[in-house]
Structures are given as structure tokens and as C-alpha cells.
């Protein structure tokens, strides 16, 4: 843990000294969970969105939408985070300082654990039975324990108040009359949700398809702790994938389903067992994930993520628990990155089922609904109520409207025993909720019939499969798996790199003139402005300081390739992490930097091509 | 107008069937003034951004941050939003509903002024003016001429209420106490003024340098109206250039120098000519624009809209009358996109000189300066006022430390008068402003002299100069300069065409197989896969429709390249507007189709290399 942490400090000092990224509002003492990504942060950030567009959206060919941050409370509404979108809060009751109820617990638990020679096994087995349990305890059940553990404020010691749910949503009102009230949206997905109707058709009417919004989100966090993993505003890039409930094989899942990598399914959790590798294919076909199409994101976020630079040895597949899921959803994978914090999830892939376009359907009116055009008519049986109005309304006068609804509203079996009770005694007992009653219903009441229709369509509510992806986050592990250390050429000092492959590198390419000279300067423009028109961001430095202090620097913005111009008409290359140098012509060094950067090259095949230089 | 109202419907009928946007929430009524991105407007938009890093941060080497959009209130309470961020608003008494006022008094002139054939010329004259200083008129004034001409509210004819002024930004709360006010940012630009001093030290201490962001703003419009152009919440761009104000020279201003386009000069504006044609290099040369760096920016600012597409004959610079410039402002002009719905303010392009920073220093007590390090010393002679504390505090006991401030904040002039006075006449009349009084200084309760000091730097506030770009607007604006309509090749039909250059085009190009068999569409997904592999956004149409229709849709969504397999060994190419056809071979026409995308070569480069087709 000690070691964590001091790596951390190490990464951590390094991303703020270089302008990686900044508290925000630095001067007026900054505001807890808000940060700016400084010159180099904003690169990589837009480096791993242009990633995202190719990988996700260029290959898939995604629907991408761009939807407003305001939003107005019925789509919270009908999402559910109106009501349910909250953590639950205690007061200090004197000072009014707020604090999440069960950091307090989690806090109280470890500290004991870590801390109490004197704690006996049962209360320490007590006490990780509570920290396993954390997330499952009601409002009551978390005040009873404060309450049972003595908790008081961290800061005064004073009283706590009972727990209280607080909503996360930053609030605002829309317009001037105070009257519409909105919110900061918390995810981007709703924005896809209701526009499902447009989508649809804009996709022929078919399915599947996916649609995708990058943007920000927002959640007004009590009190935000972890630096950069827990934030009030964040960028999401989310894809809502629409499919068939009746059939979610996936035409490309054959490209991935030999990927193997860490997984760790719901079953090895509980038994205690750790991750394991699993080809995706295997855990398809062994029913472990529910269906090809979650396979296949799984298979591409990991394709995603590990060429972004992530190290594959800590990047895992987690399978929620039955008690993180929501009800409604069939299957939900975590895509979690180690870092010192811990396994940190970074991408959620879940299964959502038909829950959200329902949810949107019911509270607007507008059916989100999909239909499949059968190539010749299907003869189905259907069942027809026909409640006869007349003899209704003579037996039950008021009541009669209640009763209709409720003889249309029978399932099938029970319109069958309703049908074979009249036509046997002619009448039956037939309970209505609506009216808490019991009613008896004669044979010409009501007319239950099984009819064979000709059907040219099925309409039925796509399942939507959601990849979430906190890019943030991802950012974040990013940093700390390509940061490492090695010592100055003297060796008397440790010297940072950032080891990014070029792809999300913030600068390509550092160009040096290898004295103070201006023929040397010239040409260091000449190379820098032709990578500039090839869309490579390279930066020129003109300073005198030495070439070891040079290169040390560019190392610790992660820049992958350094060219020194030591002679007007040929140049040297230096590769990062390798060190290796190259002599180039000064005509040709661009287009090599640029295939590199690109990936349509690699440094070994260049290394291959080109002379090497030794310093 | 009619005509506009016309053409700009036929605009908007095709932006919205084929999804470019969508009135956001939709299926929930919307919400006035946010609009959703669909798949087409979305990589638009997206394209123009990339174009915009690409020129802007990365030609310019600029510093790009990304700050968030929830701001606590100190920052903008230095900026001046809080307190002056307004519109005049009045109420409808009995039913509470808002309007803009000065949009009621607007819409009452001009519609007097076109549609009353009893208007007098006085009256008509008076109206006029009217419209022209509205922009101007303090909330009194406004109030005046709302009574005065008896405007009502326009739905219900009821009362209204004065005007008063309401904040436009969206309010929220920051944190779960409730106590910390904060809004949506309303601009980007002061997250880059906050950060000043880090990145002045990013840049190695050095000015000038440029710092930019892409991000939301957020406006609580009172009374959204012209569609896509006033919207509540929309993408900002903005640049700003931090330059020492005494040298506001551009090193690269002769490569925009001999740029000529329509300029409207304030001289210009008020003796009523129109914009003319001039050289941005004569325009500074003649003190027309005040600055070279204002003037290369409006210079690229220029070659950025064109390049877009937008028609060089519809976009003129217009600079700011006296009386729309801020105090601070040295000079600003606009870039004006006229279309639809007149001339629409699309970049705004600014000399605010120190007024951000000085706000910000003052607000925050850290200085956000430069220092120019002098090669040697200078001398320079200093003002040296020393209050005796033991004379003044004999003579004016707790008034003493009032009376050693303002001695201390004298002028150089009222300083060397005074010791003139005190060594002629040995004492002197003195007035202290915050005692609001005059005292009686003697000759031993001041020392005041002039010293020779050698300094080393000059400690500045840099001025700022700021383009920015509203994303939004810039690209409704390209729908309309973009938009015509043809016949069909059977003449019974108008066509719609977005003649988008590939830069900024949705999708690059489509691949229709020209009818339904196996082996074409084979062919098509090949070279789809490969301009996928490209990063070339295009699409496959393999409906059976008639290769007429598949032309029509691919020309209303601007792609401005389309592949007709008609064999499994070459294919024909169609230039959109053209209507142009060439042959290229299966395996090369991926490459061709990327060149002209990316702007390697152009379409009269390919159609010179390969055989042209006729169909």
C-alpha cells in the first residue's frame, strides 16, 4: 500500500507539473471533483476520442448523435433518476457538513481492521462482513450501524444525523419563469433513448444498429475522493447497440471470439476464485456471458483499451453480482483497470434489456418500438374479448366501465377457465381489482373466442446492449500504466518517462536544433511545418539547454520520437523507450514520423530501413 | 423575404427528414432552443472541429485546454457575468409569461413599419431610429416606449410589467450543502484566463502564445427564436492570444497580408456606405484594424470559413460601432455569415487588452502578469515616497494610517508639487479622500525624492486578444450555403443537394452495387473495409432502388463521392455536383476516394488521370 502510494505520488506530481491536468479554478482554491486537462491531458483526451470515432463508430458503422447537456426533468423522470439517482448523506448536526453515509462506515471498518491490536476475530470477521456487504445496505440499516459503531462527524466528533438520500444531479431551471425545472444530464444515453423513433428509420427500419454520443455528464458527488476517478463532470462515450430480444448473435463476433483475456465471472467471485484467462468465444458458448453481442463489445473494448496502452495483465472482465445488477438487466460486464486505487471500472457492458425504451415509451406516449416484416403472413391464434356493453351496463350500472376493463385485460388462461366456467354452469364468480369486488358474470355478458389472424409483422421492443465508457478514467490508469522511471545518463538522477504509443502520445515529435545556430534552427522549422501539414502535432525546442535535458523533457510529456538536427541535410531519430537512434534525410524525416505516428509503420521496420546512429 | 422564408423552409425540411438535427426530446414536445446533432450534422460537426485543431491549435502551436462547464460563482462574479450577463425582460401581469422587451418593442416597429399604409413620415422616421439604437437603450428607456406605444403582451393583449433585468445564465448548486452558488459557464474563455499563469509557464515564460478551448456554453435564452441560431446550450471555440501590449506586431501576419474580402470598417457603417473589398494588410497599414495580430487572426479566420464552404460574396468582417465595444476593448470585429435570416454575428474577434487578467488578479490577489527580462539592467528613475509613521502618527493619531496610504498612492505630479509646497512653504494643504478631509502636512512627515534604480524586467499585464467561434452558427449557416436543389434527369422532380466540400462532408462517399447480386456486394464491402481502414466514413446501399434514387438521397446528405460497382474489376466514380463519372480499377479506388477526401488531390486531378464514363 505504501509503495501504491508513493507511485502514485510519483505519476501524480509528474501530471501536474507538466500541465497534464489542473485543479480547476486553481486561483480561487479550486472546487473538490473539477479538473482541467492542461495542453498535454487535452491532447491524449483527443487523441483517445478520435480513437474511439474510428474503432467504435467508423467500424461499426454507428449512428452518432450529439444531445444537450440540459435536460428537462420528465426524460429524468421516466429514466428513474428523478427518484433513484442518489447516495445516502449524514449531516454533522452542528456544523451541517455533509458526508457520504457509507465512506463513514467504510472508513470506520478499515480503520479498525488496520489499526485495532486489540480487535477480536469475531468483530473483525463482523467488520469485513460489513465492508462486503457495503453496498447493499438500506437507509436503516446504514444509520443503525453508525449508530451501533458510535460513528461520529470525522472533523468535530459531533452528532451525526440519520442517513438521507441525496440526489446527485447538479439541478437548473429552464427558461426564465422558474417554472420548467431541468437538470445537468447524468449520462449521455437518454439523449439516444428517446431519439430511438429517428434512428430507427433513419437505419432503414432495421435492426441491429447502434447508436453513439460522446459528451459530458454530470453528477453532483457529496464528497469526491480519488482524484481524477471520482469527478462532478467527466466526458462519457456511450453506445446503445438495438437488437432483436429473439436473436442476439452478432455477425462479426467470429473476429474476436478467440481473444483471450482476464475474465472473472459471477461464479469464481462468490467461490472465492480469482480472474482467468477465457477466450470470449469460450465464455459465449459456455453461457458464462448471456449472448454474442455483449461477447463481441467485450471482445472490442478489450481490443480498445489494451492499443491505447493499457497493460493487459491489469485489465479484467468483471461479471456483476447478482445484487449490482438492476432487475431488468440480463447480463452485466465491468471492463476494470488495477491502478494503485485498486480495480477501478472504466467501462460498463450491459445487457439493459427492453428497460429503457419501455420506460420512454410509457411515460411520453410515443411507442419505441421495432417491427419485423415477415416475408410471407403468419396465421397466429389470437385470443378475442368482447365484453357485451349492454348486459354489463343493465347488471352493473356505475361499475360497469371497471368490469369491461378488467374482462379485456385477462390473460389467456384465465379468459379459458372463465369460457369453460360459463359454458358449463353458465355464469362465474370473477374477481376486479379495480374495484376490490367480486362479481358474478352470466354467460351473455361476455363473448371469449381464440380466432386464427393472418399477421404481417411482429412488433416488439428492441433490447438495447450499452458499452459505457468513462474516458476520464481510462485516462487516468492510462497514465499510470505507462509511467516509469530510469536513471540520467550519469546516473545521479531518476529520470520520468510516459511510455504512450504514438497513437495517443500528445506530441508526435520533438524537434531540436543540436546548437544554437540558425541554419540548424531553419531547418528544425522546415521539418516541424511540413509534420504540421500532415496532421502530426510535433513542437520545436530552441532552448540551449543540453540534448540529455532535452530528451528528459520531451520524456516526460510522452513524446515517442526526437529528431536533433545535427547537420543541414541529415537528421537524427531517437525512439523513446528504446533510446535507439536513427540518421534520416532531412527530406524524408516527416513522412517517416508520420507512418510511425500513424501506425502504418513501426520503429523496427524503420530501425530496418535506416542507419543506425550511436551517440 | 418571402423568397428567404421559401428557401430557408426547403433547408429545413431536409435537415430535419434526413436528421442532421433534432429538436431535442422530442417525443417529451422539446424544449425551446436545444437542438440534438443527428448522425449527418454530428460528423459535421465533428469534421469542423477537427478542421479547427487542425488550423488553429495545431498550425498555430496553441496551448488547448479542457476546463469544465460547471463554474462556481467567484469566478464570474470577477468576470462581470454575474451582475451584468442580462436580458430586459417583462412580464405578462396576470399570467406570468416572459417576454424579451426589447423583441416586443422589435416586432411592434416593424411590423407598424411594413404592414400601416397611414404611418406618417415623422412617425416612420421616429420608428426607425428606434430600431436602430435598440441595442442601446437603458431599461427605463425601454420601459418608456413600451408604454408609450401601449404594447401589450402579444398572447393575451394583457398588461405588462416594466422591464427589469434577468441573468441569463443557468443557476445550479455546487456540492450537497446548498451553500455554494455555481453556474454553467456562459463562455469558455475564463478557464483559460484562470490558468493564465500555468500556462505562461507551460510556454517557458514567453509571450506571445495562444491558449484555446472547444467546449459547451450555456445560455438561459428568455425567448429562444431562429432556430438553430439563438439555442439555449451550443459548442464553443475559442482562442485566446496573450500578447505584450506594447508590441501587438504578428511574426506571420505577411502570409495573410495580401488576403482581400469584404470589410465594414465603423467609419464606413455610420455614413451609410456598404462593405467594401480591402487587402487585411492595407486595412492595418491604414489603422483601419488596430493591430497586426488582430489582423492575422481576422486573416485566418477568413481562410477558415472558406475553406468550410462558405461563400466568400455572403461573409463580410463588420467592426464594432462605438457604442457595442466594451470600455475595455481596443477594437473588435465580427465575422458576419449572411443567410437566411440576415447578417448573423459568427465569430466574434476582439482586442480586449488586460480587462480579463487585471479582473482576475484582482479577484483572485494572484497576479496573472508576464515579465520581459531586460539582456542588461536598465535604469530607470522611481517616485520614492516615504511617510515619517512617528511625525504623522504625533500629529494625527488613528488617523495616521489613512493619511500614510494616500500620501503613499500619490501621483508622480501631485507628489513633486507637494514636495515643492513643503520645501518652499514648509508645510502644505493635503486632501485624504477616504477621511473626506483636508490636513495640514509639514515638511518632516514626508520624504519624497526621485531615485535612479536599475530593474531587470518589466512586470505587465498582457492584453488578450480573442476570436471565438460559435460552432453552431457557423454551421447552419454552411446548410444554407450549401443547399441547392436540380432537376431530376426526368425533369419531374427538384432535387435537393449539399454541395459540402469533402472536408467537412458526413460521409465521404457511398458504394452501391449496381443491382442485387452476391458478387458486387462483396466488391462493395471491400472497398468499404478499406476506406474504413483509411478512417474514410462511407456507406453501403445495397437496396434494390433504382441507382437515380440512390444518387438523389446520397446528394441530400452531401457525399460528395459515389462507387457503382457495375464489375468485379473496376468501378465507376461520380463526382456529386458534376455529376462527373470516372472508371478506376477495384484495388485502387480506395486510394483514389481517400486523396480527394483528404484534399491530396482534387477531383480535376482524378478525372484528368483516369477515363471518364458516361452513363
Redesign the interface.
Same mark, same amino acid.
Given at each position: 500500500a505504501l509503495n501504491r502510494e508513493a507511485f502514485r505520488q510519483a505519476v501524480v506530481n509528474t501530471l501536474e507539473r507538466?500541465?497534464f491536468y489542473?485543479p480547476? @479554478?486553481?486561483?480561487?482554491r479550486g472546487?473538490?471533483g473539477?479538473?482541467?486537462?492542461?495542453?498535454p491531458?487535452?491532447?491524449i483526451?483527443?487523441n483517445v476520442l478520435?480513437f474511439w470515432?474510428?474503432h467504435f463508430v467508423? +467500424?461499426e458503422?454507428m449512428? +452518432?448523435?450529439?444531445?444537450?447537456?440540459?435536460?428537462?426533468e420528465?426524460?429524468l423522470k421516466a429514466s428513474g433518476h428523478v427518484d433513484k439517482f442518489t447516495d445516502l448523506?449524514v449531516k454533522d448536526e452542528k456544523t &451541517?457538513?455533509?458526508y457520504r453515509a457509507d465512506h463513514l462506515l467504510k472508513d470506520y471498518c478499515k480503520d479498525k481492521l488496520e489499526k485495532d491490536p486489540k480487535l477480536s476475530p469475531e468483530n473483525a470477521a463482523e467488520l469485513k462482513r460489513v465492508l462486503a456487504v457495503l453496498d447493499d445496505l438500506s437507509s436503516e440499516e446504514l444509520g443503525a450501524k453508525l449508530k451501533g459503531y458510535g460513528i461520529t462527524a470525522p472533523d468535530t466528533k459531533n452528532q451525526l444525523s440519520d442517513p438521507y438520500p @441525496?440526489n446527485l444531479m @447538479?439541478?437548473?431551471?429552464? &427558461?426564465?419563469?422558474g417554472l420548467?425545472p431541468?437538470y445537468?444530464r447524468p449520462e449521455t444515453a437518454q439523449?439516444i433513448f428517446?431519439?430511438f423513433?429517428?434512428?430507427y428509420y433513419?437505419n &432503414?427500419n432495421k435492426l441491429p444498429f447502434a447508436a453513439a454520443q460522446i459528451g459530458?455528464a @454530470?453528477r453532483?458527488e457529496?464528497s469526491p475522493r480519488q482524484g481524477l476517478l471520482r469527478v462532478?463532470?467527466f466526458t462519457l462515450a456511450e453506445i446503445e447497440h438495438f437488437v432483436d430480444p429473439d436473436d442476439k448473435s452478432h455477425p462479426k463476433f467470429s473476429e474476436v471470439a478467440t481473444l483471450e483475456f482476464l475474465m472473472f465471472p459471477r461464479e469464481d467471485q462468490v467461490s472465492g476464485k480469482s480472474a482467468r484467462r477465457i477466450a470470449i468465444g469460450e465464455a459465449v458458448a459456455q453461457g458464462i456471458v448471456n449472448n454474442e453481442t455483449l461477447g463481441y463489445f467485450i471482445g472490442r473494448v478489450y481490443l480498445f483499451l489494451t492499443q491505447l496502452g493499457i497493460d493487459k495483465e491489469r485489465l479484467r472482465f468483471r461479471q456483476h453480482l447478482a445484487n449490482e445488477m438492476a432487475h431488468y438487466a440480463a447480463d452485466c460486464w465491468d471492463a476494470e483497470i488495477e491502478c494503485s486505487y485498486g480495480w477501478i471500472e472504466c467501462v460498463g457492458i450491459a445487457d439493459r434489456s427492453a428497460y429503457d425504451l419501455k420506460a420512454?415509451t410509457d411515460?411520453?406516449g410515443?411507442p419505441?418500438v421495432a417491427a419485423e416484416k415477415f416475408s410471407e403472413p403468419r396465421e397466429v391464434e389470437k385470443l378475442v374479448i368482447i365484453p357485451i356493453k349492454k348486459e354489463l351496463g343493465l347488471a352493473f350500472k356505475s361499475n360497469q366501465k371497471m368490469i369491461t376493463e378488467a374482462l379485456e385485460a385477462m390473460g389467456e388462461k384465465e379468459a379459458m377457465d372463465l369460457k369453460a366456467t360459463l359454458e358449463s354452469k353458465g355464469e362465474a364468480e370473477f374477481k376486479v381489482c379495480t374495484l376490490d369486488q367480486v362479481v358474478t358474470i352470466k354467460k351473455n355478458m361476455v363473448s371469449i373466442s381464440k380466432e386464427k389472424k393472418k399477421e404481417h409483422q411482429r412488433v416488439f421492443t428492441p433490447s438495447v446492449i450499452e458499452p459505457s465508457f468513462g474516458i476520464g478514467r481510462i485516462i487516468y490508469c492510462l497514465f499510470e500504466h505507462s509511467f516509469y522511471t530510469r536513471a540520467s545518463k550519469d546516473g545521479d538522477e531518476q529520470l520520468n518517462v510516459f511510455s504512450f504509443p504514438p497513437l495517443v502520445a500528445p506530441i508526435k515529435c520533438t524537434v531540436f536544433p543540436l546548437v544554437q545556430n540558425q541554419q540548424y534552427e531553419e531547418v528544425a522549422r522546415k521539418i516541424s511545418k511540413s509534420l504540421?501539414a500532415f &496532421?502530426i502535432?510535433a513542437?520545436v525546442d530552441i532552448?540551449g539547454t543540453s540534448i540529455g535535458k532535452r530528451y528528459a523533457r520531451t520524456d516526460e510529456l510522452g513524446v515517442p520520437f526526437a529528431i536533433t538536427v545535427d547537420s543541414a541535410s541529415s537528421v537524427t531519430v531517437r525512439e523513446r523507450d528504446s533510446k535507439q537512434q536513427i540518421r534520416v534525410n532531412v527530406d524524408e524525416v516527416a513522412t517517416v514520423i508520420k507512418e510511425v505516428s500513424e501506425g502504418i509503420s513501426t520503429w523496427a521496420d524503420v530501425l530496418w530501413k535506416y542507419p543506425t546512429h550511436s551517440s
Open positions: 507538466r500541465l489542473i480547476s @479554478f486553481k486561483i480561487y472546487v473538490a473539477l479538473y482541467d486537462y492542461g495542453p491531458g487535452c491532447a483526451k483527443s478520435s470515432r474510428q467508423l +467500424e458503422n449512428l +452518432e448523435v450529439d444531445c444537450p447537456c440540459v435536460t428537462p420528465v426524460v448523506m &451541517g457538513t455533509c @441525496f @447538479f439541478q437548473t431551471s429552464i &427558461g426564465p419563469s420548467s431541468g445537468m439523449g428517446v431519439n423513433k429517428d434512428l433513419y &432503414g459530458q @454530470f453532483n457529496i462532478r463532470e420512454h411515460k411520453s410515443v419505441l504540421t &496532421g502535432s513542437k532552448t
